[in-house]
């Protein structure tokens, strides 16, 4: 209808946290003008932000944009691939690229109940109460069943206390355990992958090829992040993790099916015939 509402603008503030702006530096003066208002000085994720001057938060936030704006979950464009054989890869192309990531997974497969996925960082590190995903989120392109996952370690990692607190490398989490075949490559002799190393897996009726573009490790070791249960009363496991400490590298990653490939020969092959190119942009400040 064209009858206008009058709502105070101060009012609206709690619609723009939902929209991850909690932290945004072109909303914090809001937020603390809303927290006064309402009295929610002791708010476990607001409580840090009552005893500083709105100038003082400004001023963070902006020094800080690398963390304040990891948070906003606005012009997301979702890619999803789906196959009834139980196989989906969805991704957020171009989701807050190179700031830091909070609750978010950019992108994931789901192998028929089972999920394989990235992550940067340690997976222990938190900001403010809010746990940290990704100290950086990737660039992403997904095309099908095709994906790319760039990560190119930005300016603000660089500095001496940040970059003690919040490690650049990345981590793919691969479900080992519920896996019905699988070929690799394994130097017996340090547990380390050359770049351009594909892993090749089979689960159920579902494939997957993941390939790094730099060298690569394996950790596994008993990590929060790593822990998964097929089911509700199956017991716990720690994923393996393939891990990049590189500062600029990239996953390809192929998925199909039986449907799609004669076997998982023919899969293979798909994958070890990829070929590509590789270059990083510096990040301007």
Not at 48 to 71: A, D, I, R
Not at 183 to 194: E, G, I, K, Q, V
Request: glycine share 4%; proline share 4%.
């Amino acid at each position: 209808n064209n009858q206008s509402i009058n709502i105070n603008v101060i009012e609206l503030i709690p619609f723009y946290w939902s929209a991850g702006l909690i932290t945004d530096p072109d909303f914090t003066n809001d937020t603390k003008n809303y927290m006064k208002r309402n009295r929610m000085n002791h708010n476990i994720h607001l409580k840090n932000l009552s005893w500083l001057y709105p100038s003082q938060v400004e001023w963070l936030m902006t020094k800080f944009t690398h963390f304040s704006k990891g948070q906003c979950y606005l012009d997301v464009k979702l890619n999803v691939y789906k196959q009834l054989d139980g196989l989906v890869l969805s991704s957020f192309e171009m989701f807050n690229t190179g700031i830091c990531g909070f609750q978010q997974l950019p992108w994931i497969c789901n192998l028929d109940g089972v999920g394989v996925w990235t992550q940067s960082g340690e997976g222990s590190n938190s900001m403010a109460g809010f746990g940290i995903c990704n100290t950086h989120n990737p660039y992403i392109k997904q095309i099908e069943q095709y994906i790319v996952i760039s990560y190119s370690k930005p300016e603000a990692l660089n500095t001496a206390i940040v970059g003690r607190l919040f490690k650049s490398k990345s981590r793919l989490f691969w479900p080992e355990q519920f896996i019905d075949q699988s070929f690799r490559y394994l130097s017996t002799a340090s547990s380390t992958y050359p770049k351009d190393t594909w892993w090749i897996a089979q689960r159920n009726n579902c494939y997957i090829g993941v390939m790094c573009t730099e060298k690569t490790s394996i950790d596994t070791s008993v990590s929060a992040d790593a822990q998964f249960q097929i089911e509700r009363d199956a017991p716990k496991v720690y994923l393996p993790r393939r891990v990049c400490d590189k500062d600029h590298h990239s996953w390809i990653i192929i998925v199909g099916t039986t449907s799609t490939y004669t076997s998982i020969t023919e899969f293979t092959n798909t994958c070890y015939n990829v070929k590509y190119q590789e270059s990083f942009i510096p990040q301007r400040s």
